[in-house]
């Protein structure tokens, strides 16, 4: 019965969340945000979800997602730029740019566990911020990449006009925000996912079940960065620029503090704790200078009073 | 050309052995109590705006002997009151907590000291050339070389022959059993904690004499620090200094040929040492 009940209300929540992302733009202006402002909520809820995947789900802290996020809007602005000047064909590049970079340093990566692994994942992540950065006459090297701008999508019966930052370019992000959040929650719905959970719990044990655990986590840190450079291609694309701050380390802690704040092992939490944290970055860098004190606070603040995360606090009050 | 890349080399050995007196904070803090300190860039920061503000006072010698002293006691009074509270948690909490101070720490030098780069001047004599063939060897580095020399080996010294640095290598193997011999482990925390501040405070002032002053200088180090204990290999001080040795050169030698990688190549060493030997040069087998 109490399960019945714990499903029901899960239910609940996955409809409350779903109806309030697609009329979004039709509530957001009257509780003082802008569409734009909710288009960056649901890109980079896009990039915390998909790290929580790994951070949540498989258990392994990763502190370096920002470079494959980066990755994407890099690959997406240079291919808009210099070789195809169309929308589509520069996210596919840009998706692909910043899974290939996964796969391959994954191998590396995904021997080590702990603190090892985060730390693995932070220097290598700085790799493609010093390209970007020192890349001066390809990637606009400080000034980061500019000159190059989204592109209507032309579809079989006719084209998408998203160059305005509008509802239509909303729509056209939450459609690559449903598509890749339903693979995420699939997957762990799966008997895959069901292996990740059991090696966030008890890795050791798994390996005794025969599981071949490296070989799932490498999985699981492909997925989780191919979808982070889905978030970075739509967050190039929201902004017509590629910043090297996107690659930078500041960037992944952004990331994983978002997770951490909504709520680790829920799955909306990350979206909540992005939402939070856009809005107030957002609302405390129009007012004042020193806005990193307040952003460092904040994080000070979190993780010394809110290790559960908000919906994790919630549903222990509850039960 | 020889003189260039001389130059280079010997550059890239002053970077490097600035590198290793970083690293070696942020390893001996992580060693003993699985903590990686992001914030460790902004002690070093610290340290250097305080040497920068006490040298009108007492002198270049009175801020390097003092700043970094103050900067440990910083370091201690934030671990025995905040840090200290994420001991034996999940390394993400003290990874996040290190991170947000990280921030606090460059933001309030900024406030301070402003943003706007502060020569740090050191005594006139030591930043005359030594020799005019060998232009770039200033007394000044030569000095950092020496100083960071005799610091590093009174490190390894403490840690070798005294009680409590003996302590602090027992702890990083197993701290559960040396707490149960009787050796209060919040204290050897908190020592082992200011000596790797105070070390981080010392490199800001080596490094104010050298690069000048920015609020961002504490972030500009950490990450080739990091890098450094990666190559060396966790939980090995060592192998820590040689990593920090190696990138400096490895940075130095790429400044000669290949300008714009400087910054690169370390991690395409990291990448090469990796991916050779996944424990780092001197790590020890399975411990991380």
């Known amino acids: 019965m109490a399960r019945l009940q714990m499903r029901s209300d899960k239910r609940l929540g996955d409809i409350a969340v779903w109806a309030l992302l697609l009329t979004m733009p039709f509530w957001i202006n009257t509780v003082g945000g802008y569409t734009q402002l909710g288009t960056q909520v649901v890109i980079v809820a896009l990039a915390a979800m998909s790290l929580n995947f790994l951070l949540g789900y498989t258990g392994v802290l990763s502190f370096g997602h920002a470079a494959y996020f980066g990755l994407g809007a890099y690959g997406t602005g240079l291919t808009i730029k210099y070789l195809v000047p169309n929308t589509l064909v520069g996210m596919a590049v840009g998706v692909l740019v910043g899974m290939l970079a996964a796969v391959v340093l994954g191998l590396v990566i995904v021997r080590s566990r702990g603190i090892y692994f985060a730390m693995l994942t932070i220097a290598f992540g700085q790799v493609f911020y010093f390209v970007a950065y020192r890349w001066n006459n390809v990637t606009g ?33 939450l459609v690559f925000f449903v598509v890749a959040v339903g693979i995420m929650a699939a997957l762990l719905r799966s008997p895959f996912g069901r292996t990740l959970l059991a090696i966030r719990e008890n890795e050791r044990r798994a390996l005794f079940l025969g599981i071949n655990t490296n070989r799932h986590i490498w999985v699981s840190w492909v997925i989780s960065c191919t979808f982070a450079s889905l978030a970075g291609t739509l967050y190039a694309l929201l902004n017509n620029f590629a910043d090297p701050h996107d690659l930078r380390w500041d960037q992944s802690g952004d990331f994983v503090i978002m997770a951490v704040l909504g709520g680790m092992r829920s799955f909306w939490g990350p979206l909540i704790g992005a939402a939070i944290f856009v809005v107030l970055q957002d609302y405390i860098s129009s007012q004042t200078e020193n806005w990193m004190s307040f952003i460092g606070v904040f994080f000070m603040v979190v993780v010394l009073f809110f290790q559960r995360g908000l919906l994790g606090m919630f549903r222990r009050k509850s039960s | 050309m020889t003189q260039l890349i001389l130059f280079n080399v010997f550059n890239g050995l002053i970077i490097g052995a600035f590198y290793a007196l970083m690293a070696l904070g942020l390893s001996l803090i992580l060693n003993l109590t699985n903590v990686i300190n992001f914030a460790h860039g902004g002690f070093l920061a610290v340290g250097g705006y305080i040497a920068y503000s006490l040298t009108p006072y007492i002198g270049f010698w009175g801020g390097l002997l003092l700043s970094p002293i103050l900067t440990a006691v910083i370091g201690l009074l934030l671990e025995s009151t905040l840090i200290r509270r994420l001991y034996g948690r999940d390394p993400l909490y003290s990874l996040l907590f290190t991170f947000g101070l990280a921030f606090v720490l460059e933001d309030g030098t900024r406030f301070f000291w402003g943003s706007a780069t502060l020569p740090f001047s050191v005594p006139t004599w030591m930043s005359a050339p030594l020799s005019l063939q060998y232009f770039f060897l200033t007394g000044y580095r030569l000095f950092m070389v020496l100083l960071v020399t005799a610091t590093v080996a009174a490190l390894f010294c403490i840690l070798t022959w005294t009680r409590i640095g003996i302590r602090i290598r027992a702890g990083t193997l197993d701290l559960e059993t040396v707490s149960t011999l009787g050796v209060n ?25 050298m ?32 990593g920090g040795l190696l990138i400096g050169v490895a940075s130095g030698l790429t400044t000669v040929f290949f300008p714009s990688a400087s910054e690169v190549v370390i991690y395409v060493l990291m990448g090469l040492v990796l991916a050779i030997r996944p424990r780092g040069l001197l790590g020890e087998e399975g411990r991380f």
Not at chain 1, 146 to 164: A, K, N
Not at chain 2, 190 to 207: P, S
Request: glycine fraction near 18%.
């Open chain 2, 185 to 209: 482990v919040r204290l050897l925390r908190n020592f082992n904690f200011g000596l790797g501040i105070y070390l981080a405070g010392l490199a800001g002032v080596l490094a104010a004499g």
């Open chain 2, 211 to 242: 690069l000048g002053l920015q609020p961002t200088i504490g972030s500009d180090l950490i990450m080739p620090s990091f890098v450094a204990i990666i190559i060396g290999g966790l939980g090995s001080l060592p192998g820590t200094l040689l």
């Open chain 1, 141 to 173: 090297g400080d000034d980061g990449l500019s000159g190059w701008q989204r592109l209507p999508v032309s579809l079989g019966l006719g084209t998408l006009d998203i160059t305005r930052n509008g509802n239509s370019f909303y729509y056209f992000v």
